[in-house]
T-cell receptor
Framework: DAGVIQSPRHEVTEMGQEVTLRCKPI?????LFWYRQTMMRGLELLIY????????DSGMPEDRFSAKMPNASFSTLKIQPSEPRDSAVYFC??????????FGQGTRLTVV | AQSVTQLGSHVSVSEGALVLLRCNYS??????LFWYVQYPNQGLQLLLK??????LVKGINGFEAEFKKSETSFHLTKPSAHMSDAAEYFC???????????FGKGITLSVRP
């Protein structure tokens, strides 16, 4: 298996633009997580899905953030409009059990 | 609420020396505990896990950790550090009822030649 695949690896965008991050989980994994990593706040769970259904989105910082999982093999995290404080590394992870998570390589987002 | 504490932000050891990275947790129910490693510009890679059963767990790259309920600890050790062990290490916790992984702040391990 290729593992969790995220795209793009790097994204630079201007403030106010829409940003879409993409994730393909490991086949057969029923859980999908979106994390954000910053120096100040460390690793934060934004949202997670089970069987394509959002279970807990309490970590989503604002209404500017939204996540979807239209099928078992694809998820998106969208920021609209983006702000400089959204600059971070965003990780997608998937899990078979809901506990042991396997992470993608991350997307480094820079909002200027 | 559950939490994970990793004291300090940086540990430096000499090559060949013992590595000890500390992790303490708080949970009102039996925890599942994990150690992850992150190399620069990479995602997190699972080193080892404790769910139930044997309290001493072995992972990849010669690392091991021991679950001590009485001390609410899950410290990570390796008998002999290698230069390639230099990375950031995260302790994490989840519970049977809660699939959310709660991470500690991480600790950076440096290995001196």
């Amino acid at each position: 298996d290729a593992g969790v695949i995220q795209s793009p690896r790097h994204e630079v965008t201007e403030m106010g633009q829409e940003v879409t991050l993409r994730c393909k989980p490991i086949s057969g994994h029923d859980y999908l997580f979106w994390y954000r990593q910053t120096m100040m706040r460390g690793l934060e769970l934004l949202i997670y899905f089970n069987n394509n259904v959002p279970i807990d989105d309490s970590g989503m910082p604002e209404d500017r953030f939204s996540a979807k999982m239209p099928n078992a093999s694809f998820s998106t995290l969208k920021i609209q409009p983006s702000e400089p404080r959204d600059s971070a590394v965003y990780f997608c992870a998937s899990s078979l059990t809901g506990h042991e998570a396997f992470f993608g390589q991350g997307t480094r987002l820079t909002v200027v | 609420a559950q939490s994970v504490t990793q004291l300090g932000s940086h540990v430096s050891v000499s090559e060949g020396a013992l590595v000890l990275l500390r992790c303490n947790y708080s949970s009102s129910v039996p925890p599942y505990l994990f150690w992850y490693v992150q190399y620069p510009n990479q995602g997190l890679q699972l080193l080892l896990k404790y769910t139930t059963g044997a309290t001493l767990v072995k992972g990849i790259n010669g690392f091991e950790a021991e679950f001590k309920k009485s001390e609410t600890s899950f410290h990570l050790t390796k008998p002999s550090a290698h230069m390639s062990d230099a990375a950031e290490y995260f302790c994490a916790l989840s519970t049977g009822a809660n699939s959310k992984l709660t991470f500690g702040k991480g600790i950076t391990l440096s290995v001196r030649p």
